[in-house]
Every structure is written in structure tokens, then in C-alpha cells.
T-cell receptor, first 111, second 111 residues
Framework: NAGVTQTPKFRVLKTGQSMTLLCAQDMNHEYMYWYRQDPGMGLRLIHYSVGEGTTAKGEVPDGYNVSRLKKQNFLLGLESAAPSQTSVYFC??????????FGPGTRLTVL | GQQLNQSPQSMFIQEGEDVSMNCTSSSIFNTWLWYKQDPGEGPVLLIALYKAGELTSNGRLTAQFGITRKDSFLNISASIPSDVGIYFCAGPSGSNYKLTFGKGTLLTVNP
């Protein structure tokens, strides 16, 4: 099993550009999450999904959209990137809250 | 929302030393989790605690669920260079599928 994978690993965008981050899990988990990690801020929840076709806002959802068309995939979109969205993005999945499995992260820089 | 306060924010120790860190909350948690994030990787679950007073070990790591249910402690004995990383505490946040994370303790081990 690959666990949780994220694509791409690194990306540089210019302000105003758009992009989609892909998260895939092969553990048949119901729940999937997108976090961002910034220095001194810990992990902050952006959006999450409790099942295929569902999404919900987390702690810091502004500027992001998500979709969960397939159970194994959770997409995070930035429609118009801003420098404040420079961060490391982590996807996670779980069957229960106490067993969240994290991907390796995507390092995004917005110039 | 619920907040978790971790201390210390960072630690710089010599190889072989023991390490202690803690996590406190203003509200009661029914589960305490400890994650470790290696440099450049996603967090990985180390220990899960489910009962007040519980003491659980994972190799050289020992974690305790505080009696008041508002705190938890993580100890690492005889530290080695590969213990370097960020240690996060976490607990369920208003549901059984979302987590609140502390801001982390950055551990540096000097060989």
C-alpha cells in the first residue's frame, strides 16, 4: 500500500495563478483532510470530507476550494493564488480521528 | 474553539539525555494523541491515549494521559539523533473525526 500520496511535491506560482493539489489514499478511508503548516502555527485545517461527494470548511478555508468526487481522492484548489498561501500543505485520511495518516506534503511558494 | 498549548516550543539537547514535553488544554479531552514530524515529512502517529491516568510506551517513548483530562505528557529516554523533529499533541475537536493540533515542540539532538 502506498498510503497517502500527494502531487506535486513542490510548486512555485505567480500571484493570481491557479492550481490544484491532488491527494490520493488507498486505505479505503472515509475521512480526508487538507491542512496547511506555517512556522510557529502548527497544523491548521483548511477543508475536510466525511465521505465521497461531501466537503466541509475547516479553520482556514478562505481562498481554497475542494472536491471529493471519488472516495480515494481529495482535491485542493487555489483559484487565484496569493503570497499568503505560501505554505506546506498536508493531506491526511482516516477511518477514525485518532488514526489520521498524513501524506508527505506539498511545498507551495507564491511569488 | 479548543486550543492546545505545547511546551516547550523548542529544545536543544545532547544525545543520551532524557526529554520531557507537555500539552495542556482549557477543556477536557477524551483522547490524547502524540505525533512526530521528521524534517521534510508528514506527521506520523506515535502514541494514542484513551483513558485518564493511562501510561503508554512505544519503545523509548512514554506518554501519559493526565488525571484532569486537560493535559498530557510525552517523555523520550536516552535520546538519539533520529529523535530530531517536531512533536505534536492532538485531540478530537468537537467530533470524532476532526483533530485539534498543538503548535508543536521542535526537538534538536546534538550528537
Amino acid at each position: 500500500n502506498a498510503g497517502v500520496t500527494q502531487t506535486p511535491k513542490f510548486r512555485v506560482l505567480k500571484t493570481g495563478q491557479s492550481m490544484t493539489l491532488l491527494c490520493a489514499q488507498d486505505m479505503n478511508h472515509e475521512y480526508m483532510y487538507w491542512y496547511r503548516q506555517d512556522p510557529g502555527m502548527g497544523l491548521r485545517l483548511i477543508h475536510y470530507s466525511v465521505g465521497e461527494g461531501t466537503t466541509a470548511k475547516g479553520e482556514v478555508p478562505d481562498g481554497y476550494n475542494v472536491s471529493r468526487l471519488k472516495k480515494q481522492n481529495f482535491l485542493l484548489g487555489l483559484e487565484s493564488a496569493a503570497p499568503s498561501q505560501t505554505s506546506v500543505y498536508f493531506c491526511a485520511s482516516s477511518s477514525l480521528a485518532d488514526t489520521q495518516y498524513f501524506g508527505p506534503g506539498t511545498r507551495l511558494t507564491v511569488l | 474553539g479548543q486550543q492546545l498549548n505545547q511546551s516547550p516550543q523548542s529544545m536543544f539537547i545532547q544525545e543520551g539525555e532524557d526529554v520531557s514535553m507537555n500539552c495542556t488544554s482549557s477543556s477536557i479531552f477524551n483522547t490524547w494523541l502524540w505525533y512526530k514530524q521528521d524534517p521534510g515529512e508528514g506527521p506520523v502517529l506515535l502514541i494514542a491515549l484513551y483513558k485518564a491516568g493511562e501510561l503508554t510506551s512505544n519503545g523509548r517513548l512514554t506518554a501519559q494521559f493526565g488525571i484532569t483530562r486537560k493535559d498530557s505528557f510525552l517523555n523520550i529516554s536516552a535520546s538519539i539523533p533520529s529523535d530530531v523533529g517536531i512533536y505534536f499533541c492532538a485531540g478530537p475537536s468537537g467530533s470524532n473525526y476532526k483533530l485539534t493540533f498543538g503548535k508543536g515542540t521542535l526537538l534538536t539532538v546534538n550528537p
